[in-house]
């Protein structure tokens, strides 16, 4: 379970104004695995939660998965 590749897709998405865009358009956790693996980065979904140190900003994401993965 690395969050390696959890944070290289953030901080790719935080670089491309286009790629941000498409993950803040993410409802599910599926449809920001899927983005994520056509960018080339697998992403395990238990990777994503807690004990995890969350690797994406609450403004990288919709409120649906802010709520999901950052507990706020």
Do not use: H, W
């Not at 599926?30 to 690797?55: T, V």
């Amino acid at each position: 379970m690395s969050v390696a590749p959890i944070k290289a897709f953030s901080e790719k998405a935080r670089a491309n104004p286009e790629l941000g865009a498409q993950l803040k358009a993410c409802l599910k956790i599926k449809e920001l695995r899927a983005l994520s693996a056509a960018e080339g980065f697998e992403i395990e979904e238990n990777s994503l939660y807690p004990p995890n140190e969350p690797q994406f900003t609450e403004d990288q994401l919709s409120e649906r998965l802010v709520k999901a993965l950052l507990r706020v």
